[in-house]
């Protein structure tokens, strides 16, 4: 077994921006620290920078995602963003997807544990929920994968005018020029790059968006999505 690193206290701005939940945020590093070094979801080395490096800077992209919409976070690993977005945002109906079984069994006891009502976790990869799972509002990841490939996997699933918000490091503004074609074709009408966590975090996250049109994802998915939907009606008649 792999011996955790201690973790630190929470800094004075997780207490500003996690508020009444705090103490689930820090239950949750805990828990970081603990099981998810444990079960192999983190690093021991990501310990010591838990809340600066990990909790803190996906909590403020709370400040780009619209009210009460539906967020799908792909890709979930360890629920980030997708948890500390769900404490700090309660108005949000959030889906963890994430493959990997031993990854959805930490990110259903974290929900259970903190109570998080307003979250729902699926295994599965992007392409196979594609059809099974209601469009939503808003996809999130956190440096799974290259733009274009990680547009290819969460665009589809947005519905018509819903964005993307990908949590990206120093590369975004490369990434974006990279993948302009690619975004074109999967429906984006506009991307852009932004920074959030002004006074909670230092550097500042930096956000992809990518906003889409009527058609998500452009024609092949739109024919993949039908397809899957009818595919379900039709399980459901039986």
């Known amino acids: 077994m792999t011996e955790a690193a201690e973790l630190p206290p929470a800094p004075e701005e997780a207490r500003t921006v996690f508020g009444d939940r705090f103490p689930d945020a820090v239950r949750y590093a805990e828990l970081l620290a603990d099981a998810g070094v444990q079960r192999g979801l983190i690093g021991p080395r990501e310990v010591p920078r838990l809340w600066e490096r990990h909790l803190l800077n996906c909590a403020v992209l709370s400040e780009v995602v619209p009210e009460n919409v539906t ?10 963003p997708g948890i500390p977005l769900a404490l700090v945002r309660p108005d949000l109906k959030i889906t963890l997807l994430e493959p990997l079984l031993r990854r959805t069994n930490f990110l259903t006891e974290v929900v259970e544990l903190l109570g998080l009502d307003h979250v729902t976790v699926v295994r599965g990869r992007a392409e196979e929920v594609l059809g099974k799972l209601p469009p939503v509002h808003v ?64 550097p500042l996250s930096t956000v992809v968006r990518v906003e889409v049109g009527e058609s998500p994802g452009g024609v092949r998915f739109a024919a993949k999505r039908a397809k899957a939907a009818r595919a379900g009606r039709a399980r459901r008649r039986r």
Do not use: I, N
């Open 71 to 80: 967020v799908c976070d792909v890709g979930s690993g360890a629920g980030l």
């Open 139 to 202: 996809v999130t990841a956190r440096a799974v994968a290259p733009l274009d490939r990680l547009a290819a996997w969460g665009v589809p699933l947005l519905r018509p005018y819903g964005e993307m918000l990908l949590l990206k490091g120093d590369t975004a503004e490369e990434e974006v020029k990279a993948a302009g074609a690619s975004l074109s074709k999967l429906g984006a009408v506009d991307t852009s790059v932004l920074h959030v966590g002004e006074g909670v975090v230092d």
